[in-house]
T-cell receptor, first 115, second 112 residues
Framework: DAGVIQSPRHEVTEMGQEVTLRCKPISGHNSLFWYRQTMMRGLELLIYFNNNVPIDDSGMPEDRFSAKMPNASFSTLKIQPSEPRDSAVYFC?????????????FGEGSWLTVV | SQKIEQNSEALNIQEGKTATLTCNYTNYSPAYLQWYRQDPGRGPVFLLLIRENEKEKRKERLKVTFDTTLKQSLFHITASQPADSATYLCALRDTGRRALTFGSGTRLQVQP
């Protein structure tokens, strides 16, 4: 089975531009998570969805960030306008439910550089 | 505030020795704790889960302990190999949230 699929794998963009990161969760999984990883702050949870509904977006840094999950097999994380401090690796992950103890499966990440 | 602490300094050991990594947490009452492995340029991969009523869990050369009194988990790799070199992350379910919060990870380097 395919794992969590993210695109693009690498993106370099100029400050002020819009960035859209995409994620396809594992088929059958109904929970989806967006994390951001930097050297300084480690792996931070941005937002998560259950059954396509955003459950907790308290980790989203500011209004420039938005996430959607229009259906069970697709989610986007958008940054508009992008800033150099947004440079990080953005991971999408999925799991079957939010039941205590369920393993979450990560994609390979989208490496974002904002210059 | 809630914190998950892992040793930020890399752990260097010789092949064949046992590696022990530590995860300490404060202001959590976790029902379980998970350990993940992350290789450079890759996403984290699940290794083991231990529940609060379990003192120890084993999987092949891996062993995890969970002491809810000390608020600490230890992760052991016995007979370590260079292929075990990676960053190891512990994760807890955040109180009041239903997603995992991760520690910053400890990088393990096993020398041949």
């Amino acid at each position: 089975d395919a794992g969590v699929i993210q695109s693009p794998r690498h993106e370099v963009t100029e400050m002020g531009q819009e960035v859209t990161l995409r994620c396809k969760p594992i088929s059958g999984h109904n929970s989806l998570f967006w994390y951001r990883q930097t050297m300084m702050r480690g792996l931070e949870l941005l937002i998560y969805f259950n059954n396509n509904v955003p459950i907790d977006d308290s980790g989203m840094p500011e209004d420039r960030f938005s996430a959607k999950m229009p259906n069970a097999s697709f989610s986007t994380l958008k940054i508009q306008p992008s800033e150099p401090r947004d440079s990080a690796v953005y991971f999408c992950a999925s799991s079957f439910g939010l039941i205590s103890g369920n393993t979450i499966y990560f994609g390979e990440g989208s490496w974002l550089t904002v210059v | 505030s809630q914190k998950i602490e892992q040793n930020s300094e890399a752990l260097n050991i010789q092949e064949g020795k046992t590696a022990t990594l530590t995860c300490n947490y404060t202001n959590y009452s976790p029902a379980y704790l998970q350990w993940y492995r992350q290789d450079p340029g890759r996403g984290p991969v699940f290794l083991l889960l231990i529940r609060e009523n379990e003192k120890e869990k084993r999987k092949e050369r891996l062993k995890v302990t969970f002491d809810t009194t000390l608020k600490q988990s230890l992760f052991h790799i016995t007979a370590s190999q260079p292929a075990d070199s990676a960053t190891y992350l512990c994760a807890l379910r955040d109180t009041g949230r239903r997603a995992l919060t991760f520690g910053s990870g400890t990088r393990l380097q096993v020398q041949p």
